[in-house]
């Protein structure tokens, strides 16, 4: 979860995105959701989901 945060850094990623998980296996999305954690303490919106449609509803829901 430490990794993800200092590569999205790198990359200049921050708070103006938006990065949602799709992950389908149920105990990835466990650790997954430790990355969310991680992320939002350090001020990077993520999210993990359970289908792709679920993160495409997320990640599209500010669009106008």
């Known amino acids: 979860g430490y990794d993800h945060?200092?590569?999205f850094?790198?990359?200049g990623?921050?708070?103006k995105y938006k990065i949602a998980?799709?992950?389908l296996n149920d105990?990835?999305?466990k650790a997954t959701r430790f990355v969310e954690d991680v992320l939002f303490n350090r001020g990077?919106?993520?999210k993990a989901f359970a289908s792709e449609e679920e993160a495409r509803e997320w990640l599209?829901?500010?669009v106008e």
């Open 13 to 15: 990623i921050t708070g």
């Open 60 to 62: 599209f829901s500010d």
């Open 44 to 46: 990077l919106p993520g």
């Open 5 to 7: 945060a200092s590569l």
């Open 9 to 11: 850094r790198d990359l």
């Open 21 to 23: 998980w799709a992950e």
């Open 27 to 29: 105990e990835a999305r």
